[in-house]
């Protein structure tokens, strides 16, 4: 098979059975997902767009899930590794219930046992290629965290992924403040996805916006974004300047 | 005919010709010199009357701060300036060479200076150095056909922008204005929310830092803001000041001024012809 080819095999036909179950690259992605903390718990923001490479192939993806009675879950990155990660989650919690005991998973816990994960699967050099935004509250205490593909965790006030950490963290740091109230927790994040949707490539007008308090989750339905393209700079750029553009 | 090449005279500029050599240098291993580049936030926006300019004023070279107070913002004409982004010479000596250009011009034909040329001479030059002249700018001024904005890429490529940022800052610079840009802003809300943009990109980007410069530029009159804002002050100075260790003992002072290096002679002979 190869007389011709005299380079080592690459491709996963003629390689070794490992190497064809990991993951290399990502195939179908997520953007940003921004969240934060307020007043009665977390805020989370992600859109809807599961792009292929540079084309917009799915546009209702829900890249934010429950966990639990008392976390919610973001996820960035390959699609397919966040559904793995749905289906981890989904044991653990289930085995919680089986325990019966009265106690369950906070978000703490369930965003170190995704840190575990994360870590362990890179450790073996075939990583859930995610960055992943986990929040909640349990006994009125709010935590908010994030980790990566690569098992780095951390927690904070605001998180973002991907594009989120250049676009929003700045006007986060900037606007944040401790006991936002739901509607201005909303308008913050609404900012935060509108320069996301403006400056991202791979954003779509269509977003979702994820709640959760002591009582429980809400999941927002999809809705869209006011953009503004007036600008009359816009109309007729090279005004007075012909032969630009 | 003669066969010789023609002897054409030195062009000046950029050379080519070490390039494959330091391509095969740097295959075998040769650490490349890093350039001072200048990391850097640089915005610009227009507003009711005209152009505002910012710039942050930290140089890295690689991962060390070389200098804290750089100038961003050069000179072009007295109503255009222009910020640079990119590697520090070729920011620097592309813009002094088309501020050159611009004043000859000006000579030549008798007017002020308009926005779009500097913008023409400085693209073709970065054109024909295919991007190895590394400099990234924010152009803006005011002239008779009224004020302009241009963000000038290192390939050569313009844009004509109501507000435009550059550099590695650009992105959280770009969230501020995206968020809070209107159009027709005074003069002040101007200036505030290019401080704004600036001191977004000094505190959320590495590459920036220091303090913001200011130039706003309007018909007929320019004001450069050098310094505007200082958010990065030294924390704790000692109010004691240095003081000598107890040994040592200050013996004597003397202060020796130096003597003149050069001696003029009145009257001495003319140069030769």
């Not at chain 1, 996963?12 to 195939?27: C, F, K, M, V």
């Not at chain 1, 590794?81 to 009265?102: A, C, K, P, T, V």
């Not at chain 1, 269509?206 to 959760?212: G, H, S, T």
């Not at chain 2, 066969?3 to 050379?15: D, L, N, R, V």
Request: aromatic share 8%.
């Amino acid at each position: 098979m190869n007389s011709v080819d005299s380079k080592p095999a690459t491709s996963s036909l003629i390689g070794s059975e490992a190497d064809s179950q990991r993951t290399l690259y990502p195939y179908v992605t997520g953007t940003s997902v921004v969240g934060i903390k307020y007043k009665d718990g977390i805020l989370l923001a992600a859109d809807m767009g599961g792009s292929y490479g540079s084309t917009l192939r799915y546009k209702s993806v829900e890249r934010l899930k429950p966990v639990g009675k008392h976390s919610l879950i973001g996820g960035s990155g390959e699609i397919s590794d966040f559904q793995e990660i749905m289906r981890y989650l989904d044991d653990l919690i289930l085995s919680d219930n089986m325990w019966d005991d009265g106690n369950s998973l906070g978000p703490k816990e369930v965003h170190n046992y995704l840190t575990r994960i994360m870590y362990n699967r890179r450790n073996k050099f075939n990583p859930l290629w995610n960055s992943l935004v986990l929040g909640g509250v349990k006994n009125g205490q709010k935590y908010l965290g994030t980790v990566n593909m690569i098992g780095v965790h951390y927690e904070d006030n605001h998180v973002a992924t991907g594009f989120g950490n250049h676009l929003a963290r700045p006007l986060l740091r900037d606007e944040w403040h401790e006991n936002l109230t739901f509607e201005e927790g909303v308008i913050l994040l609404e900012k935060c996805m509108r320069v996301l949707l403006y400056r991202d490539r791979s954003a779509v007008n269509k977003l979702q916006i994820a709640k959760i308090t002591e009582e429980g989750v809400t999941i927002s339905p999809p809705y869209a974004l006011k953009t503004f393209w007036n600008f009359s700079a816009f109309e007729n750029p090279t005004l007075g300047a012909e032969g630009s553009w | 005919m003669s066969t010789a090449a023609i002897e054409m005279p030195p062009k000046g500029g950029f050379s080519f010709d070490l390039c494959k050599r330091n391509k095969m240098l740097a295959a075998k291993g040769l650490k490349q010199p890093s350039f001072l580049k200048t990391g850097t936030t640089i915005v610009g926006l227009i507003f009711k009357d005209g152009v505002i300019l910012g710039a942050d004023t930290r140089a890295t070279a690689g991962p060390i701060v070389a200098d804290k107070n750089c100038e961003k913002i050069h000179y072009m004409a007295p109503n255009i300036y222009c910020c640079g982004a990119g590697t520090a010479a070729d920011t620097e000596a592309v813009t002094d060479m088309v501020s050159s250009q611009l004043k000859l011009h000006r000579y030549h034909t008798g007017r002020e200076s308009r926005v779009v040329t500097a913008l023409s001479l400085l693209k073709s030059h970065l054109f024909s150095y295919q991007g190895h002249v590394s400099a990234a700018l924010v152009l803006g001024g005011v002239d008779v056909t009224g004020p302009h904005l241009h963000t000038i890429y290192p390939h050569g490529s313009t844009d004509t922008l109501p507000y435009a940022t550059m550099g590695s800052g650009s992105l959280a610079a770009m969230a501020v204005f995206e968020s809070k840009y209107r159009e027709g802003l005074s003069r002040d809300e101007g200036v505030n929310l290019v401080a704004e943009a600036i001191c977004s990109g000094i505190f959320n980007d590495l590459g920036s830092g220091s303090n913001v410069d200011i130039c706003v530029i309007t018909q007929g009159n320019q004001e450069y803001l050098r310094n505007h804002l200082l958010p990065n002050p030294r924390t704790y100075i000692s109010e004691k000041g240095y003081s000598f260790s107890k040994k040592t003992e200050v013996l004597l002072t003397k202060i020796t001024p130096l003597r003149e290096m050069v001696d003029v002679i009145e009257g001495g002979d003319a140069m030769e012809e």
